[in-house]
């Protein structure tokens, strides 16, 4: 174990932020209401009379910079990069508005971040609903001094392989924006409209889906420089690559990437945040123990209170154990 990976400060790289300028700005807006009945029907009435309450129970945590040093404090983490709620993204919204959704965001969070700069650092967000606005809002988040933007798995209509959004990806590259990749919602829908599979089952889908994009379509061949970390450890793709890499060796229509897909695991990120130990020594095996981040999805209840406790429990070595810790999001985000 090295000195510095030891001493490296302990880093939570997924905790979110609410913004109710960004709910008030889009309140009564022309397709607000669909998107929240598309939103209630793939979530089902039992889900949302539970998150109602749960976000309610959470909103000082979530609000208030106090409140979240405070908490960081208990769970022992020294920095967060703060990333704003998914549920901001209204990626049904037409372009002028779209565009002041994002603006909003990224100037509230880097206003919320600037109460503690030295623990807070925070992700701004892009309409991926209008690929033409992404670059000029990742500048404008890049601009209030954020380390870059979330993106969910697809927007309506678009995967994250279209080639309309290349010149984003190429902007992300050459500034060294960091990407967040965090889903909201499945296309599954009714499906997943029991149980909250809505969300243990479709989180780590959609994560699946938008990595295997961005694999199978080259576009981390074209952008090796991309800094991506997907949420949620990455769902089901990186301890089931197996069949993918078969696919691309068995099938010439998987040939959209240069080589085969496990390949290309370790040129991404991913948080440790999968409520699983055995999961998570699988997914430092399968990514490398220098590409996996400590995650808590603060402050909600789909997270873990005590992301060092769940970390601890992979059983992994000193070194892999500083480096998910904090070492390895510390390298990215250039402390070291």
Not at 226 to 234: E, F, P, Q, V, Y
Not at 301 to 319: I, K
């Amino acid at each position: 174990m090295t000195a510095t990976a030891s001493f490296a400060p302990t880093i939570d790289v997924h905790a979110h932020l609410l913004l109710p300028e960004i709910e008030e700005t889009v309140a009564g807006r022309p397709g607000l209401a669909e998107a929240r009945a598309l939103d209630a029907r793939r979530n089902g009435p039992a889900a949302l009379a539970v998150s109602g309450p749960m976000v309610g129970a959470r909103l000082p945590k979530l609000t208030d910079a106090a409140v979240r040093l405070a908490a960081m404090d208990a769970q022992g983490v020294d920095i967060q990069l703060v990333s704003p709620s998914p549920s901001h993204y209204h990626y049904w919204a037409e372009p002028q508005l779209a565009s002041t959704v994002c603006r909003l965001a990224s100037e509230g969070t880097a206003a919320h971040c600037a109460k503690a700069p030295d623990r807070l650092h925070g992700l701004g967000l892009v309409p991926l609903q209008h690929p033409d606005l992404a670059v000029e809002l990742l500048d404008h988040a890049l601009e209030q001094g954020l380390r870059g933007v979330e993106i969910s798995s697809h927007a309506p209509g678009r995967e994250l392989s279209d080639p309309a959004y290349e010149p984003f990806w190429s902007r992300a590259e050459e500034t060294g924006a960091l990407l967040f990749l965090h889903p909201f919602g499945c296309t599954l829908d009714e499906r997943l409209d029991q149980w909250y599979l809505s969300n243990t089952v479709g989180q780590p889908t959609e994560n699946a889906v938008a990595l295997s994009h961005l694999i199978f379509s080259g576009v981390l061949d074209r952008h090796p420089g991309l800094r991506l970390i997907a949420a949620h450890g990455g769902g089901y793709l990186p301890t089931h690559i197996g069949r993918s890499d078969h696919a691309w060796r068995a099938r010439p229509d998987t040939h959209g990437c240069a080589r085969e897909p496990s390949s290309y695991l370790r040129q991404l990120y991913y948080d440790s945040l999968v409520h699983d130990p055995y999961v998570l020594r699988e997914l430092v095996r399968s990514a490398g123990a220098d590409r996996v981040l400590l995650g808590s999805d603060f402050p909600f209840d789909m997270g873990t209170e005590d992301p060092l406790a769940a970390l601890r429990a992979a059983d992994l070595t000193d070194h892999d154990f500083h480096s998910v810790r904090g070492a390895n999001a510390a390298a990215l985000l250039n402390f070291v």
